[in-house]
């Protein structure tokens, strides 16, 4: 999201503890009887994105992803301004480290992002052909897919390519690939990520479909129109990943969101929270008032969410107040600092992590 605009798994490797822990639940609900084992909802796999520089520097993070984690994303890693600063040549080394982390921990993958409009490096903004496009985008998706074939489950095919508050003309972003490709750079990305990894699971990742406001209506139905038009191709879509970074002052509109979570299940389509955290820019800068009134603000997303459509798992964009992305974008006006994500810049875990653990669980 730019600041201008911003006002602006299940194909996971074995997460053998965590069926286990599945099985054990559904075990004591069924012995507690029909209405317990009715309340007992399936876990939901958790996961977090991961940082580069504070997965090197800070141990204590390492160790937050190995005990509140069962997916990992590399946050920026995976990007092309990540992969590909000089144009011939690949630098996989975070990306690479981040996945031998979570293999060695057992944690599913989640890769972020194929195509984006931004997080571009300079040489790709300054592409000036339909061919050129095309030859880099496929190239690009080729090599990286193939490189975590079997490793990474699941891609955020394309990233933020609903325009912020979309038209009936003009329903994509503008984006390098949308001026040079048009709308089939959806369709490239898609069909070039399903022949490299026919296993992986392709989703389109995207925000604001809580949104009160009109455009959150606008945005949903452009996604399903997107959705519906990939599918009359043939060209594979498995899932939505809904950002869900949520304005801590805004209202949410939760029927609408149940109603689109429903027109995605009819497509057959899955859903993943994938970047989920609270935007608290204009919350009260009290920190225990503050940490309630977010963790109010997921318990009432997720159980909304939940209550419509299963995800598939649920995702923090972070961890650890200490680092994160919400400061920068959505800077508050006093100096309080940014309290957006489920433990607090001391690893200590806040009331949000009491409410993600309990999806987590299955006990929610
Ligand atoms: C953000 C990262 O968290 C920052 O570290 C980076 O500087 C900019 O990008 N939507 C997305 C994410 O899809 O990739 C963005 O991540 C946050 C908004």
Redesign the pocket.
Known sequence: ?QQTEADRNDAMPTRRGLLRGAAACALTAAAAGPDAAQAALRPIPFGS?A?IDAFRSDARYREALKRYCDVIVP??DL?WQGLRHDRPRFDFSGADEIVAFAQANRKALRG??LL?G??LPPWAKEMTTRAEAERELVNHIEIVVDRYKGRIATW?VV??VIRYEPSPDTPLRDTIWQRLLGPEHIEIAFRTAARVDPKARLVL?D?LFEEAAPAGAARRKVALDIFRRLRDKGIPVHGLGI?A?LYGEKDLDLDGLQRFLRDLDALGLDVEI??LDVIDWKLPADPVLRDKLAAARVSSFLEAVVAAKRPKAIVT??LTDRY??VP??FPRQDSARARPLPLDTDYRPKPMMAVLERFRRGTA
Do not use: I
Request: net charge negative; proline share 0%; charged share 25%.
């Open positions: 999201m994105a940082e946050m920026n990007k972020h992002t984006w931004d997080a955020d990233n933020e990742n925000f950002q970074h994938t970047e964009w972070g994160s992305w920068d974008t």
